[in-house]
């Protein structure tokens, strides 16, 4: 069964810093990717980077954050980090990771359960 974790929401202080890390287990495959993606209460969720777990191919779906975060895997520890910085007001969202199990799919089909970023001074 595959499950997914997230962790590292929290409170911070607008141009500050902050690192998510998202467990993934139970899926055997090499070729899947992982995607973070935010929701703010009200809106659509948005995708904000995604990473292919064979080869570490990135994409950022959500140019505001081009030059601010930073997808990134661990192969060791099955983690998949989304580093955030220059935070700014309206990056305040709750960060999901999901996986698909086909890098070319439009379609996630495991999620985690959200972890809060609130940036706020």
């Known amino acids: 069964q595959v499950q997914l974790a997230e962790s590292g929401g929290g409170l911070v202080q607008p141009g500050g810093s902050l690192t998510l890390s998202c467990v993934a287990s139970g899926f055997t495959s090499d070729y899947y990717g992982i995607g973070w993606f935010r929701q703010v209460s009200g809106r659509e969720r948005e995708e904000v980077a995604c990473?292919?777990?064979?080869?570490?191919?990135?994409?950022y779906s959500n140019p505001s954050v081009k030059g601010r975060f930073v997808i990134a895997k661990d192969n060791v520890n099955d983690t998949v980090y989304l580093r955030m910085s220059s935070l700014k007001s309206e990056d305040t969202a709750v960060y999901y990771c999901?996986?698909?199990?086909?890098?070319?799919?439009?379609?996630?089909?495991?999620w985690g359960q959200g972890t809060q970023v609130t940036v706020s001074s």
């Open positions: 999901a996986l698909k199990t086909f890098w070319f799919s439009r379609d996630y089909e495991y």
């Open positions: 990473l292919r777990w064979s080869d570490g191919t990135v994409f």
